[in-house]
């Protein structure tokens, strides 16, 4: 019994899922994280910004997104550029 609980114990350490969220949540890596960039009007990137959520930073997919769509909104405001020419976060 002690073998095969050993077995499925180190099954779900070694797999994907459960190992970055181990590393994510005590480590602060391999967490996931969302995008978002600003583009000018010829499609070129002039600046993005990346926002890790889970783990230690505590923050939720919906508190990722909500920051960083109002960064790249900032971003835009900052260089004068309309809203459908910057960018949208991505997860």
């Known amino acids: 019994m002690k073998k095969l609980l050993g077995i499925l114990v ?3 350490l070694l797999s994907g899922n459960v190992q970055a ?5 005590t480590l602060g ?16 990137t002039l600046d993005c910004v ?8 505590g ?3 919906s508190d ?6 109002s960064l ?3 971003m835009l ?3 004068g550029l309309a809203l459908h020419t910057g960018g949208e976060c991505v997860y």
């Open 10 to 12: 180190l099954g779900l």
């Open 21 to 25: 969220s181990i590393l994510c949540r």
């Open 29 to 44: 890596i391999a967490c996931p994280s969302m995008s978002g960039c600003v583009y000018d009007e010829l499609g070129n």
């Open 50 to 57: 990346n926002i890790k959520f889970m783990g230690k930073t």
């Open 59 to 61: 923050l939720t997919h």
């Open 64 to 69: 990722a997104t909500k920051i960083c769509l």
């Open 72 to 74: 790249v909104r900032e």
């Open 77 to 79: 405001a900052e260089r």
